[in-house]
């Protein structure tokens, strides 16, 4: 339930959507559809908090946010990675878990669970998210990640996390792009086990990425997806942001206010662990019959379809090993943070 402190700002992203969703651009019906999803998530979706932890993030730390389902595989890694980076407060809903996922989040420390018991739909996720923003404040910092999705950049050795959030406040950035990066082994899709350390045996793509433009936004597309399968993913997000009132997270790849690519760096890749396990390959084909993603869970069937003729092997001789932060420094796209603080001054704030 909503708490009653909450309802004022409700009311004002009910002002902020009434003005998105009248906009002259948005007269894509797929677009429309997603943000009467986002709406629905955010006025009309059970929200109900399970635990709350009472923990608070240290100094300029985000709260971070994530909505999970059937993530037992993969959720003790996401914890345990974050937490090294950290994270001292994780809030996360869990939208039908039947793995035992929600009740291995019941026991964390430093979690706040949440359930919403609506079916996952593209745009609804976003509303849920909202929904947890704003009732945990805005004039903060979030990072909106999924359960596979690790965040990383060049200089992690040398520049804490929050460290490069107090360089995004001194150069007056709010938001920072991520490049999502597909990882893979040498093995099929589908075809790998979990064991040991998840960062241990991965590679990536690191020339294959593009940049894009679809109508007024752009987008950065490449990766393994577009080389073997010609798939044009959005692989742009904005993980971390600094919330203001009014504020609201459209999808993973932009928020409104809307604001001009070249505005916020792209400092991070997300490393994405996806497409390796049968677990995965379960997912993949639960997707493509809920048909709940974009397009009708296109890219899910796009990815069965390829699964079914052995086209599943994401590794060649251009692939690049994870050996660590320093790895993703040769993908152009990803600016070091050392040359976005500038002075030698501002870098020995450093740790």
Known sequence: MIERKYTEKIRL???????????????????????????????????????????????????????????????GYFLNYYRQLGIRHFVIADNGSEDGTLEYLKKQPDVDVYTVRDKFKVGRKEGWINRLIYLYGCQKWYLVV??????????????????????????KITRA????IDMYTRHKMFENELNGDLFQ????????????????????????????YQ?????????????????????AHYWYPRHRFCENPFIFGLLHYKFLTKTDLRKVKMYVNEGNHVNHSFEYKC?????????????????????????????????????????????RMGR
């Open 177 to 180: 792009g991520a490049l999502m």
């Open 231 to 251: 798939m044009d993913s959005y692989l742009s997000k904005y993980p971390l942001a600094y919330v203001r009132e009014g504020e609201v997270l459209i999808s």
């Open 303 to 347: 990815y069965l379809k390829q699964y079914r003729l052995k086209n599943t092997e994401f590794y060649y001789e251009g692939s690049e090993k994870y050996e660590g932060p320093e790895s993703i420094k040769k993908i152009k796209q990803i600016k070091r943070i050392s040359k976005l603080a500038g002075d030698k001054q501002t870098i």
């Open 13 to 75: 992203l009910k002002s902020v959507f009434l003005q998105i969703l009248t906009e002259r651009e948005r007269h894509n019906k797929q677009e429309l559809m997603e943000n009467m999803q986002l709406i629905y998530g955010l006025y009309f979706s059970t929200i109900k908090l399970v635990k709350r932890t009472y923990c608070a993030p240290k100094g300029r730390m985000p709260i971070l946010i994530s909505v999970v389902r059937d993530e037992m595989e993969r959720i």
């Open 146 to 171: 999924d359960a596979d999705e690790f965040l990383e950049w060049p200089e992690r050795n040398d520049y804490s996390l929050d460290w490069v959030i107090r360089c995004l406040e001194a150069k």
């Open 201 to 228: 045996n991965f590679y990536f793509d690191r020339d294959t990425y593009t940049k894009i433009r679809d109508g007024r936004n752009c987008f950065y597309i490449g990766g393994p997806r577009k080389r073997v």
